[in-house]
């Protein structure tokens, strides 16, 4: 059965400090897909980024930044320099498409706070 | 915006009645995924459906819960005779046929009983 874990239920900083939030997640499959997602507090949830399991390389989009480790089957995610518009739920998610189900399996999420 | 639209975004409904929720998938999108999200809690997995079809239930209520998505027209979950416990947040999203595409969500209906 898949499994993601996001272990730091509440993380609080003050604005321009870096931020890493973690994600371990456990899955039998080969291949598979990675998501973070972002839940702001007005509700909706906004798709920030799916890393393929045979990709490995880190990403980096303007602040944000993924560092994707397999041998350690964790997708970690920093927000440099926060500022308060980043404050929101933080969700990490699993899915294996190549069988019949497509499910994402989620994480019980991080409530990021960023502080001015 | 041609986004995954979910109507209504909220729905007050007392203990017993019937909630109907609407889920619009993306334009080209067959495939459409319910999540419910507790208080507090992250998403969880509800059925996942294609055209006309069921293919993954496993995650559904047995009792009081339903699901569709007719050849024409929105995807419908129905919550029959509504408890207390009932209350969430109920999101749809959409894929496209290729497995490699993202799952893009809808901004949710927000299901209070009273």
């Known amino acids: 059965a898949q499994k993601v874990t996001q272990a730091q239920t509440e993380i609080s900083v003050v604005e321009k400090e870096d931020v890493t939030l973690d994600c371990v997640y456990e899955?039998?499959?080969?291949?598979?897909?990675l998501f973070w997602y972002k839940q702001p507090p007005s509700g909706e949830l906004v798709f920030l980024i799916r890393?393929?399991?045979?990709?490995?390389q880190n990403e980096i989009s303007g602040r944000y930044s993924w560092n994707f480790q397999k041998s350690t089957s964790s997708f970690n995610f920093t927000i440099t320099a926060s500022q308060v518009v980043d404050s929101a739920v933080y969700f990490c998610?699993?899915?294996?498409?190549?069988?019949?189900?497509?499910?994402?399996?989620f994480g019980s999420g991080t409530r990021l706070q960023v502080q001015p | 915006n041609a986004g995954v639209m979910q109507n209504p975004r909220h729905l007050v409904r007392r203990r017993g009645q019937e909630a109907r929720l609407r889920c619009s998938p993306m334009?080209?999108?067959?495939?459409v995924y319910w999540y419910r999200q507790l208080p507090e809690e992250g998403l969880k997995f509800m059925v996942y459906?294609?055209?006309?079809?069921?293919?993954?239930e496993s995650g559904m209520p047995k009792e009081r819960f339903s699901a569709e998505f007719p050849k024409e027209g929105p995807s419908i979950l129905r919550i029959q005779q509504v408890v207390r416990g009932d209350s969430a947040a109920y999101f749809c999203?959409?894929?496209?046929?290729?497995?490699?595409?993202?799952?893009?969500f809808g901004d949710g209906t927000r299901l209070s009983i009273l």
């Open positions: 334009k080209g999108h067959s495939h």
């Open positions: 899955t039998r499959d080969t291949t598979y897909y």
């Open positions: 999203a959409s894929s496209s046929d290729s497995g490699n595409q993202p799952q893009h």
């Open positions: 459906l294609q055209k006309e079809n069921i293919i993954d």
């Open positions: 890393r393929n399991s045979f990709d490995e």
């Open positions: 998610a699993l899915s294996d498409p190549d069988t019949g189900r497509r499910a994402l399996t």
